[in-house]
T-cell receptor, first 111, second 112 residues
């Protein structure tokens, strides 16, 4: 079962524009993580935000977390063609801290 | 510092056969997890190994089994392959399992 749901499912923007994708989850969390996946390859860890944090920045990435609404957003500023990928939010759950992923947002950045 | 290495990168098997996928975890990481990702879906947790013991399992049948070795590398074994087992299999390592994971590039398994 999917814990997170990303929105939108697909997003197409031009280079230089900002991209915002959202994630909702169902259970209480310790942290929430965002990953990028290029063309069905392995996932790359982008950023982790803890449940007691509201906002976090890393380079052109800005992540917000609203635990009262069980939602998070990922903002990529000044998008580049190389940002074209699928983006997933994931939350660790259970004693094994297994990551439960959403279905992802497919981002297409065109020149 | 090396990342997570998976082998092979691609594999084609016949229904009913058995397959073993391999993963070398990132240096310093003691926890290895395996995920199955069907086309167009998010990864699904199969199981996790910590200090050579299974430390959690997702909703996968017993024909999915694994091992973790003293050097923290790991294997995923799938018996009696079914067509629906066709997917990208991802290995991820971490230290303790509560922080960000490092993923390998995956093994693309096709069952025909």
């Amino acid at each position: 079962s999917q814990q997170g749901e990303e929105d939108p499912q697909a997003l197409s923007i031009q280079e230089g524009e900002n991209a915002t994708m959202n994630c909702s989850y169902k259970t209480s969390i310790n942290n929430l993580q965002w990953y990028r996946q290029n063309s069905g390859r392995g996932l790359v860890h982008l950023i982790l935000i803890r449940s007691n944090e509201r906002e976090k920045h890393s380079g052109r990435l800005r992540v917000t977390l609203d635990t009262s609404k069980k939602s998070s957003s990922l903002l990529i500023t000044a998008s580049r063609a190389a940002d074209t990928a699928s983006y997933f939010c994931a939350t660790p759950t259970g004693t094994a801290s297994k990551l439960t992923f959403g279905t992802g947002t497919r981002l297409q950045v065109t020149l | 510092e090396t990342g997570v290495t998976q082998s092979p990168t691609h594999l084609i098997k016949t229904r009913g056969q058995q397959v073993t996928l391999r993963c070398s975890s990132q240096s310093g990481h003691n926890t290895v997890s395996w995920y199955q990702q069907a086309l167009g879906q998010g990864p699904q947790f199969i199981f996790q190994y910590y200090r050579e013991e299974e430390n959690g399992r997702g909703n996968f049948p017993p024909r999915f089994s694994g091992l973790q070795f003293p050097n923290y590398s790991s294997e995923l074994n799938v018996n009696a392959l079914e067509l629906d087992d066709s997917a990208l299999y991802l290995c991820a390592s971490s230290f303790g399992g509560h922080y960000g994971y490092t993923f390998g590039s995956g093994t693309r398994l096709t069952v025909v």
